[in-house]
């Protein structure tokens, strides 16, 4: 970690505190994250609460407690946060039940404002502080489309969705988690905003279980929120949740929970993980809008990014193909990879060899198929090759020099001379005046552009050199001597500016070389002395400004001594 790194740092920490704090002034906010893991030499996230600051360590193997000193150091100057109120903490890969442990037994607690709505934060005991600031605006979105309506909030966490549910107007909020911590934070977090009645719930039950009793109740919800985690594999789940896996039999599920017109949003922050479009659309109109809830702060294109869906019901899914998972057995004192299944030894060997004959069925398949591929290509040039090749150079070219020119020299020539001149004088005279006359203004105008042009160059060229030329010889010469002589006295005269100048550049050009120079040896020199005053004009005018004032400069430090400037007031002397 170098100077040059650590400015880096403090700029992108300064700039994003103070966009940040402007966010939060404009929407009546308390929590923002203001740097997004920008530079490699600094894997960290930093984010507001309050007065206090998180900052969250995702290298592999962890910053140096040198590097943590330096790192808290500039968040402190450049944020402007209390050395005492910055809290670093380290995500490091959790395996197994690890993931539901607490990584530190301290708990700090503050609430924290967000759109008005007030929010129960821990920055300690979880990596996780009980609010995804990423999510603020799929929250608004939430809070704009409640009014009025059902809302079901399926793996609820700490109720933040549920808070802003009710808080946009929604009949009932349903909020459905399986840990109990989570649920009493939900209820906390929706009485510090003033929602303690009946029509706001919240449940602790598996929300596997919940839908199919909700099912079979036939219940109806116009929203759900989805946004589950992308596993879990908590000890009180009869199977483990895959998101990958199990995610099409969940939305079929809460389609039928839909009613007509209902809306599902539904998102996950699991990397590469996409939705199938094609299979979705005979029954939702899906809509991702993961581009317009960007949330301040966050960089796009960082791992662990959320992807957000809009799913409008149009019809009733039809069932899909359900993963049925083995169910678990746990054992605390081995701590167990999150994809691995703790099977019987038997089973395990049997899925081992199915493994082993279906591969050397795809080996022995794929090289069948290349050697048939081959075999193929080596015919095929085989005939290509023994294929007669045509020739065409003994074939006589066609000569067209021998075809006899066609002659129309002896075609009589049609003579019109002789045709009768039809006689139009007869006719009468067709009066125009009392006709309407058309309108042209409305007709398009014709383009001459793609009218082809016609060609002269084949015209035979008329020729002059046989027509007798005229004598003017002996015509009679016109006098005009007894012609009487205009006046043009009366005539305006003329303007010749527009007359052509004329050149002399033809004219011989003047001799001085003969002219006598003058001499100027007998003329008296002057004395420009600076005591004395140059004359200006004559005596009386006016002279430059500032000239009158000036005067030569005297020693300072004797006797008598003036400044450069002479006093307006002093004579001149």
């Avoid at 962890?62 to 968040?75: A, F, L, N, R, Y």
């Avoid at 199938?276 to 109109?285: C, D, G, I, S, V």
């Avoid at 160059?457 to 015509?475: L, N, V, W």
């Avoid at 500032?546 to 003036?562: L, P, Q, T, W």
């Amino acid at each position: 970690m170098n100077e040059y790194d650590k400015k880096d740092f403090g700029k992108l920490l300064k700039s994003g505190a103070l966009e940040g704090r402007r966010w939060m002034k404009a929407t009546d906010s308390e929590a923002v994250r203001i740097y997004d893991r920008q530079l490699s030499s600094f894997p960290v996230t930093v984010e507001l609460f309050g007065k206090c600051a998180k900052v969250v360590d995702y290298s592999e193997d962890g910053m140096s407690d040198e590097e943590i000193v330096i790192t808290k150091d500039i968040v402190n100057r450049m944020a402007y946060i209390e050395s005492d109120r910055i809290y670093f903490q380290r995500r490091k890969k959790r395996e197994g039940i690890e993931q539901h442990t607490a990584p530190s037994s301290v708990s700090t607690v503050l609430n924290v404002k967000e759109n008005g709505l007030t929010f129960e934060v821990d920055l300690t005991s979880h990596i996780d502080t009980g609010l995804f600031l990423d999510m603020v605006n799929v929250r608004s979105l939430v809070r704009d489309m409640s009014s009025g309506l059902k809302v079901l909030n399926l793996f609820s966490y700490t109720g933040s969705f549920s808070v802003y549910a009710a808080n946009g107007g929604a009949e009932s909020v349903t909020s459905v988690d399986l840990s109990n911590t989570y649920s009493a934070w939900a209820e906390r977090n929706l009485k510090a905003n003033g929602y303690i009645t009946e029509r706001y719930s919240c449940i602790r039950q598996d929300a596997d279980v919940f839908i199919d009793e909700a099912l079979k109740e036939k219940r109806k919800y116009n929203l759900v929120i989805f946004d589950p985690p992308a596993f879990s594999n908590s000890h009180k789940m009869e199977k483990c949740f895959d998101i990958r896996c199990d995610y099409l039999d969940w939305i079929y599920r809460i389609n039928h929970l839909l009613d007509d017109n209902g809306v599902l949003i539904f998102s996950s922050n699991l990397g590469n993980f996409g939705i199938e479009k094609n299979r979705l659309k005979q029954a939702f109109k899906v809509t991702e809008i993961t581009k317009d809830i960007h949330a301040q702060g966050f960089v796009n294109g960082k791992a662990g990014q959320c992807r957000v869906w809009l799913l409008e019901k149009t019809a009733h899914m039809k069932p899909v193909r359900k993963v049925v998972r083995p169910k678990k057995t746990y054992d605390p004192s081995e701590a167990r990879s999150l994809d691995v299944f703790k099977n019987p030894a038997k089973e395990n060997k049997e899925m081992e060899e199915v493994k082993d004959e279906y591969l050397d069925r795809l080996v022995l398949t794929m090289e069948a198929d290349e050697a048939g591929i081959e075999a193929k290509r080596a015919e095929r040039a085989q005939k290509r090759d023994a294929r007669p090749r045509r020739e065409y150079s003994d074939r006589p070219r066609k000569d067209f020099e021998d075809r006899p020119r066609r002659e129309y020299s002896d075609r009589p020539r049609r003579d019109f001379d002789d045709r009768p001149r039809r006689d139009f004088s007869d006719r009468p005279r067709r009066d125009f005046e009392d006709r309407p006359r058309r309108d042209y203004s409305d007709r398009p105008r014709r383009d001459f552009d793609d009218r082809p042009r016609r060609e002269y160059s084949d015209r035979p060229r008329r020729d002059f050199e046989d027509r007798p030329r005229r004598d003017f010889a002996d015509r009679s010469r016109r006098d005009f001597e007894d012609r009487p002589r205009r006046d043009f006295s009366d005539r305006p005269r003329r303007d010749f500016d527009d007359r052509p100048r004329r050149e002399y550049s033809d004219r011989p050009r003047r001799d001085f070389e003969d002219r006598p120079r003058r001499d100027y040896s007998d003329r008296p020199r002057r004395d420009f002395d600076r005591n004395e005053k140059p004359r200006y004009g004559s005596k009386g005018s006016v002279k430059p400004y500032g000239f009158d004032n000036i005067r030569s400069s005297r020693d300072r430090s004797g006797e008598g001594s003036s400044f450069f400037w002479r006093n307006k007031n002093e004579e001149d002397k």
